[in-house]
């Protein structure tokens, strides 16, 4: 806390993303909310003041906002940018506005286009003068907001005016000023993977991109190093200008086995939220693992035809609670049935239950080599399914390569024979195993770090 404001972040890792609630103590003001607003009313209960504000940096293409719900059930004031069009009631801002939160608070709107056109920044100031600065998705820690997502065709101009924005701030604020970005924390919005926790205008003069090159590398560099997104992003936007419904979590309709076989014979997704080495260990034929200590989310949102029937399987109903409020962040509101319990308790008849080949990259090495590991099939085909930027980077001798977004609708494209899957961690080649394996394949998951592999003796292509 300085000077009587205290800013708290609200994490939503799984989508890599932060929400900020502002205070002086009495009143709050909010910026960024995610769908699942209760998190901030709680926050708000426990900090004991009152939320006043909720302010938009920009239309968000990552995830539904909890942006008018928020304001709807406080009675806060919604302010967002006043030349996106909506169609619902807010406060239209625009650069050098001010919202007087409360005596002691107030917030500046910057306009700071780049990530979209009509992103504002929003200065924080208090009784010292400034705080920092809320960016949402224009200067990160280290890095950019992508400039893509409003289409390829407008991203060079985009960039351009993210690196006129950058310069803005930078030259608008202090050394001191802290910078509070929404992205950058494992979002497909940011044009990099951001480093750290916190920063400060001082340290992003430094070491920033946006700041330290010249406007025509900038753009270069951004543009070169933009990698496909997930595909429910072109969902989001427009889901946003309409005004999101509320949320629903109530429970969805329980499924028994004899539903969940009819709902596996049918192909539809079901899909197993339990760590992924339990799920190698048993689990039921056609499943598919996108496990709960991953951005489960983002991959199956990635992946599922928009609006195909889901069914949840956990271990417990608290898993499958968890799952539904990842999903209704990305506009998944819908359910179709979950069931609780281990694999052999969810299984119609005993010959569903199935297991997974897994192996490391010591063991890929010495299969190429011809010393298959007892147990295990033989590598006729290696497949990374990590995305195009880690392919280009460096990638296994010979390898196929299909990123796990594009897998379900190319499973034809890989080659016959035994595949060994790998990506970056285990966590995507478990997701692809669990694709291949019910399009009826035999795969050999590689469950270990991508980063060992050259030391463990797997060839591999030199860096791009």
């Known amino acids: 806390m300085t000077s009587g404001i205290d800013v708290q972040v609200i994490e939503t890792s799984s989508l890599g993303d932060r929400s900020y609630l502002a205070t002086d103590g009495e009143v709050a003001l909010v910026v960024d909310p995610q769908r699942d607003v209760d998190r901030v009313i709680a926050l708000a209960g426990r900090l004991e003041v009152r939320i006043t504000h909720v302010l938009e940096t920009h239309v968000h293409n990552d995830y539904v906002s909890g942006g008018l719900e928020l304001a ?163 969902h989001m936007g427009v889901t946003n200008l309409a005004g999101p419904e509320p949320v629903d979590l109530r429970a969805p309709a329980t499924a028994d086995p004899l539903q969940l076989r009819r709902r596996l014979e049918a192909g539809e997704w079901v899909v197993d939220l339990r760590n992924r080495r339990a799920y190698v260990q048993a689990h039921l034929a056609g499943t598919v693992s996108l496990a709960l200590d991953g951005p489960m989310a983002t991959w199956l949102g990635w992946m599922i035809d928009w609006g195909s029937p889901l069914t949840l399987l956990g271990e417990t109903t608290d898993q499958v609670a968890q799952a539904q409020r990842e999903l209704v962040r990305i506009g998944i509101d819908r359910v179709a049935a979950a069931a609780t319990g281990t694999p052999g308790e969810l299984a119609a008849e005993p010959d569903q239950l199935r297991t997974m080949a897994t192996a490391d990259f010591a063991a890929l090495a010495q299969a190429l080599e011809g010393a298959v590991p007892d147990g295990l099939p033989a590598p006729e085909v290696v497949l990374d399914v990590r995305l195009g930027n880690e392919w280009n980077t460096s990638h296994v001798v010979g390898a196929a390569h299909i990123p796990l977004p594009d897998l379900p609708h190319r499973l034809d494209e890989v080659p016959a024979g035994a595949v060994w899957v790998h990506c970056g961690s285990g966590y995507r080649a478990t997701a692809a195993a669990s694709l291949l394996a019910r399009a009826g394949r035999s795969v050999v998951v590689v469950d270990d770090a991508f980063a060992t592999a050259a030391d463990k003796g797997v060839p591999m292509t030199a860096s791009a």
Do not use: I
Not at 117 to 125: A, N, P
């Open 72 to 234: 709807r059930l406080t009675g806060a004031e919604y302010g967002m940018a006043a030349a996106d069009e909506v169609s619902f009631q807010r406060t239209p801002l625009a650069d050098g506005d001010l919202v007087e939160v409360s005596p002691r608070m107030q917030v500046r709107a910057v306009a700071t286009p780049g990530h979209t056109f009509h992103h504002l920044s929003y200065v924080l100031e208090g009784p010292r003068g400034t705080e920092g600065v809320f960016t949402g998705g224009s200067l990160l820690f280290g890095t950019t907001g992508r400039t893509d997502l409003l289409g390829r065709e407008h991203a060079e101009t985009l960039a351009r005016h993210q690196h006129a924005s950058a310069h803005k701030l930078a030259d608008l604020l202090p050394e001191g000023a802290q910078v509070w970005p929404t992205h950058g924390f494992g979002s497909f919005c940011s044009a990099t993977q951001a480093e750290g926790d916190a920063s400060t205008m001082g340290w992003e003069r430094e070491l920033n991109p946006a700041l330290r090159l010249a406007a025509e590398e900038f753009v270069t560099q951004t543009l070169s190093g933009l990698d496909a997104y997930p595909a429910y992003y072109a």
